[in-house]
C-alpha cells in the first residue's frame, strides 16, 4: 500500500470512526445501550457469509470477499457494521463521488431473519451516512439501485427523491437527499 493511500485509510477511518460515535450517543432507542456502531471487521464478515444461506435474503452480494476489494479500492468509504450486543444486525457500504460532491451508499443490509434491529437498520445506516457526508463535504447522499418498489418508498420517507438515471446504457436508479 503506499503512503498516500495509507494516509487517506488512516484520515477517513478518523471520520468515520468519529461520525459512528456521534451517532451512537444519540440513537433515540431505549435498548440504544445494546446497539454498537462499528467499521466492517472480521467477526462481521464471518456472521455476514451465514446471511447467504438465508431464504429471505433479497440480494446476495459477497461481504466476505467484495468487503475486502471495495475497501482497499475506496479508502474514504463509507462503512458500518451495526450490532445488538454480539449479533451483527446490518451492514453498508458506500463510497463518495470522484468529485467528492456526492455520498452513493451502495449497500445496505439487514440481517435477514430474526433480526434483533429490525425496522432500525435503515434509520441508523442513514443518520450515520447523512453525518458522514456532511463531515466529508459531499453535497447530497445517494442510495444506490433500491431493490424494489417497497424500499423506494421507504427510503422515500426519509425525505429521498427517487430518479431514474438516463440512457439505456445505465442500469441505475437511486435516491437522492441534498445535505446540508
Known amino acids: 500500500m503506499l503512503a498516500t493511500h495509507e494516509d487517506a ?26 446497539i454498537r456502531l462499528g467499521s466492517i471487521c472480521q467477526n462481521a464478515l464471518m456472521q455476514a457469509k451465514l446471511w447467504s444461506e438465508d431464504p429471505r435474503r433479497l440480494v446476495d452480494w459477497p461481504w466476505d470477499g467484495g468487503y475486502r476489494d471495495y475497501s482497499y479500492r475506496n479508502p474514504k468509504r463509507f462503512e458500518l457494521a451495526t450490532w445488538y450486543g454480539n449479533t451483527l444486525a446490518g451492514l453498508s457500504l458506500g463510497r463518495p463521488s470522484y468529485a467528492g460532491t456526492r455520498l452513493r451508499l451502495e449497500f445496505i443490509e439487514s440481517r435477514p431473519s430474526s433480526s434483533p434491529l429490525k425496522g432500525r437498520i435503515v434509520p441508523i445506516t442513514i443518520s450515520v451516512a447523512e453525518l458522514y457526508a456532511s463531515v466529508i463535504g459531499a453535497e447530497e447522499l445517494r442510495i444506490i439501485n433500491p431493490v424494489d418498489e417497497r424500499l423506494i418508498e421507504y427510503y422515500s420517507s426519509f425525505g429521498y427523491t427517487y430518479r431514474k438515471a438516463a440512457g439505456e446504457k445505465s442500469q441505475k436508479h437511486y435516491l437522492v437527499k441534498a445535505i446540508s
Open 9 to 34: 485509510e488512516r484520515r477517513y477511518e478518523s471520520f468515520r470512526e468519529m461520525v459512528r460515535d456521534a451517532i451512537q450517543k444519540e440513537l433515540p432507542y431505549t435498548d440504544r445501550n445494546n
